[in-house]
T-cell receptor, first 111, second 114 residues
Framework: GQQVMQIPQYQHVQEGEDFTTYCNSSTTLSNIQWYKQRPGGHPVFLIQLVKSGEVKKQKRLTFQFGEAKKNSSLHITATQTTDVGTYFCAAPTGTASKLTFGTGTRLQVTL | NAGVTQTPKFQVLKTGQSMTLQCAQDMNHEYMSWYRQDPGMGLRLIHYSVGAGITDQGEVPNGYNVSRSTTEDFPLRLLSAAPSQTSVYFC?????????????FGSGTRLTVV
């Protein structure tokens, strides 16, 4: 079945450094979603990308959807301690209602 | 709006016991799903539903049953609990159509099977 792979699994940065996580699929995706999960919390929806080559920004977060709609990235500029958590990409598998999550990237930010 | 409400928040079961994890949403969302999250394993889809009366299996359905008699409720039943079902369970819902398919998650049920 379709798999959504994320890299890296873990990244530790100093506050102020940039961070990027990548999501890759073996098949073309209809859309891709990004979620953030704080330690001990539940996943929170951040954004959905639908169009080929789409770029969306939310303050310091920049999301991109690849031209072939098989990959996506989340870039955080100048990380803050509030960015700590695990970032997941997710994509529909077969039907829009069946959402498969990537393996996640855990971000640790220290002062 | 309360969003997605899961009960209980914590549960300890003995092997072989059965129980139902409750999930309710008040956003009139069509899509609802159950995920389990194990350390280092990410979120794995157990069962999902596209509307009242319609359910389907996800990636790891064995040992679990669901039903969707109303739009609001989507309970998950563990038939005979096993230690391998120790996990954090999340229920989530989505509008299903419209501008965004983003899912709203409940706060989770932490289940331990001994």
């Amino acid at each position: 079945g379709q798999q959504v792979m994320q890299i890296p699994q873990y990244q530790h940065v100093q506050e102020g450094e940039d961070f990027t996580t990548y999501c890759n699929s073996s098949t073309t995706l209809s859309n891709i979603q990004w979620y953030k999960q704080r330690p001990g919390g539940h996943p929170v929806f951040l954004i959905q990308l639908v169009k080929s080559g789409e770029v969306k920004k939310q303050k310091r977060l920049t999301f991109q959807f690849g031209e072939a709609k098989k990959n996506s990235s989340l870039h955080i500029t100048a990380t803050q301690t509030t960015d700590v958590g695990t970032y997941f990409c997710a994509a529909p598998t077969g039907t829009a209602s069946k959402l498969t999550f990537g393996t996640g990237t855990r971000l640790q930010v220290t002062l | 709006n309360a969003g997605v409400t899961q009960t209980p928040k914590f549960q300890v079961l003995k092997t072989g016991q059965s129980m139902t994890l409750q999930c309710a949403q008040d956003m009139n969302h069509e899509y609802m799903s159950w995920y389990r999250q194990d350390p280092g394993m990410g979120l794995r889809l157990i069962h999902y539903s596209v509307g009242a009366g319609i359910t389907d299996q996800g990636e790891v359905p064995n040992g679990y049953n669901v039903s969707r008699s109303t739009t609001e409720d989507f309970p998950l039943r563990l038939l005979s609990a096993a230690p391998s079902q120790t996990s954090v369970y999340f229920c989530a819902s989505s509008p299903g159509t419209g501008r965004s398919y983003g899912y709203t998650f409940g706060s989770g049920t932490r289940l331990t099977v001994v």
